[in-house]
């Protein structure tokens, strides 16, 4: 214990960082074992069994890894057939890559407002976006809180358009008892470090129309036929269409497999600090000096992220400052992507997006990683209270969920239907 980087972490005992990875501790034996077996490039056994994870418990047609949730939404914009001019109804309040991907192929991002309450795209606001160019949607589901998924679902199968669900966050958070990811033609996770569920740097395409299925295969392996090569269907494999390399390797896939065996923990422990954080902060919310997440009763989140939103952007850059001081680390979030070069560029805006706006100004997020104590939960919300001028008046040790669904009853009743 006398390693330098001991010490240098021990005086920094007092900090609280945004994020911490997790380690389960078992991937350095998959690791080992994929080495042993020879077999380090992509889709080897550790890639098959996350694969089958993915399809039996988010009840997804067919699940393929991939090297990042961008590469996945790419693959979802070459599923599509993009063409330039082609329109994609997204929200401005996300990622930079849920664009870009679209860009790529000389898609025109439509950038719609977002609701007050989840910071999801407004489904109330898709219709009057959708022109005869409109080919799909994509949304978010911001802090693996659902979008409405059913109202949305219903505006694409009129108007014959995709929904594209970037469940990038919403890994095991579910939407009237269906998987995030599962519900649209289309849906894409990330295991980035930020992320849930991790390897580093992947993703995953999950894929629920059976007629691309083949396709989305032959897309990811370089435009080959290989992966029917190896289940013995072609006799031999060559370039069949348009496609890149978008696997990752097996021993990142050792490594993530680990991490989705733990799934259940990570959630239960990040659920745990959530709610501690939600109970500790409702004073602050009542005296209307603070807004909490709303989770809508057809959703069941998985902890991804706390977030505050405050009155103003002076306060948020105080509060900012004032718990850096005290150690914690904390981070705002997207910079709309209407307002930014490459948006304005690339794509268009459909009417005024001031939810979009007040957010992106007045959000924090707060450190939430699942080896969070409930004391170092208790510092960060102490010192959010004092920053902004009160004393917290009780202590918010975690006594028991108070969310009316349980994760696992709720696992449980997905693995049933
Ligand atoms: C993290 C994230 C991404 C990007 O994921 P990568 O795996 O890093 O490519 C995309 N969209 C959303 C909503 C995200 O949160």
Redesign the pocket.
Known sequence: MNSPYYQSNQSMDKYIPFNKPYSPGSEFRYMEIAISRKHLSGDGIYTKTCHAWLENQLYCRKALLT???????EMAALLLDIKPGDEIIMPSY?????ANAFVLRGGVPVFVDIRSDTMNLDETKITEAITSRTRAIVL???AGIACEMDKIMEIAYQQNIYVIE????GIVASYNDRPLGSIGHLG?????E??NISCG???ALMINEPKWIERAEVIREKGTNRSAFFRGEVDKYSWVDVGSSYLPSEVSAAFLWAQLEDAENITEKRMQIWEQYHRGFLELEVKGIVFRPVVPDACLHNGHMYFLVLNDARTRSRLINDLKETGIQTAFHYVPLHNSVAGKKYGRTAGELPNTIRTSERLIRLPLWVEMTQDQVDLVIDAVYSSLGLKKKHKTFFSGSTQQKDWRTSTQDMKKR
């Open positions: 090297h990042s949730c961008t590469g996945a939404l996300s990622f930079v890559t849920t978010i589901h911001y970037d469940a990038a966050q894409t996770l990330s295991f980035h930020t992320k740097e992947g993703g």
